[in-house]
C-alpha cells in the first residue's frame, strides 16, 4: 500500500513514516498542499493534515475530491466538532486528531480502503486461505480443519482472518488490536494473546498462529513432526 501524506511538520513526518513502514506501507511526504493532486497516480490512501503553510487542508481535500475518489484521512490537530464536520463535508472519508495511536490510524487506513472497496495492504479482502489443512473461508466465515468445521467465535475469526489475509507477513500487536476490537487499553496485549492461544488450541496446531517476539503474530505453515 501507498500513502501520501501531506504533512508540514517535519518532526511529525519524521516519526510517523518509518512506523507506516513497519506495517507494509510506504509513504510519499509533502510539506504543503498546492500540488497534492499532482502526486495522486499509484496512491492508495491521503493523509492530509489541515494546518498547511500554503493553503488550507480543507482546500486541498475538496481539490482532491474534484479529480479523485482516491480515500482521504484528516490527520490534524484541530479537534473541535465543526472542524471534523467541516473536514467530512469537504469530501474526506474520516478524521482523526492528534495526538493519536498508530495503531488506530493503521486500522483507520485499512477501514477507509475496505470501504472504498481498495485492496489495502497486507491482502484481499475475501477469498480463502489454506494451510497445512486449515481452510479460511474470508467470504463465509468459515473455518474447517481437514474438512471439518471448527467453531470460532467472531473475535477469534477476525484475528484469524486478518493474519490470513496478511498472506505470512506479520501483523503488529497494534494492528490487530485496533482493527478487531477497534481501540486500546491497558490489558489489549493479554486479551489478544488468550485468545491467540485459543485458536491454537481449536485449530489443533500450535504453531500455525506463529509469535514474532516483540512484534506481533503470522500465519505460518506448521514444522513438520518427526516420524
Avoid at 25 to 43: E, F, K, M, N, S
Wanted: negative net charge.
Amino acid at each position: 500500500m501507498h500513502i501520501l501524506l501531506v504533512e508540514d511538520d517535519d518532526r511529525v513526518a519524521a516519526a510517523l513514516r518509518p512506523a507506516l513502514h513497519r506495517h507494509g506501507i510506504t509513504t510519499t511526504r509533502l510539506d504543503r498542499g498546492r500540488g497534492a493532486v499532482d502526486h495522486l497516480p499509484g496512491v492508495d490512501v491521503v493523509l492530509l493534515d489541515l494546518g498547511l503553510p500554503d493553503i488550507d487542508g480543507v482546500d486541498v481535500c475538496r481539490a482532491i475530491r474534484q479529480v479523485s475518489d482516491v480515500p482521504v484521512i484528516v490527520v490534524s490537530a484541530r479537534g473541535e466538532v465543526d472542524d471534523r464536520i467541516l473536514g467530512l463535508h469537504s469530501g474526506a472519508d474520516d478524521y482523526l486528531v492528534k495526538p493519536y495511536d498508530i495503531g488506530e490510524l493503521v486500522a483507520r487506513v485499512h477501514a477507509v480502503c475496505r470501504r472504498r472497496g481498495t485492496p489495502a495492504a497486507g491482502g484481499p479482502a475475501g477469498g480463502e486461505v489454506v494451510v497445512e489443512g486449515v481452510r479460511i473461508d474470508l467470504d463465509r466465515h468459515v473455518v474447517t480443519v481437514d474438512e471439518v468445521e471448527v467453531s470460532l467465535t467472531r473475535k477469534e475469526f477476525q484475528v484469524l482472518a486478518l493474519l490470513a489475509a496478511a498472506r505470512g507477513t506479520v501483523c503488529t500487536r497494534s494492528r490487530i488490536v485496533a482493527e478487531v476490537w477497534g481501540r486500546s487499553w491497558p490489558g489489549a496485549n493479554r486479551t489478544l494473546d488468550v485468545h491467540v492461544a485459543t485458536l491454537r488450541t481449536k485449530l489443533g496446531q500450535a504453531d500455525l498462529v506463529q509469535t514474532v517476539r516483540g512484534v506481533g503474530y503470522r500465519l505460518g505453515v506448521p514444522a513438520p513432526t518427526a516420524e
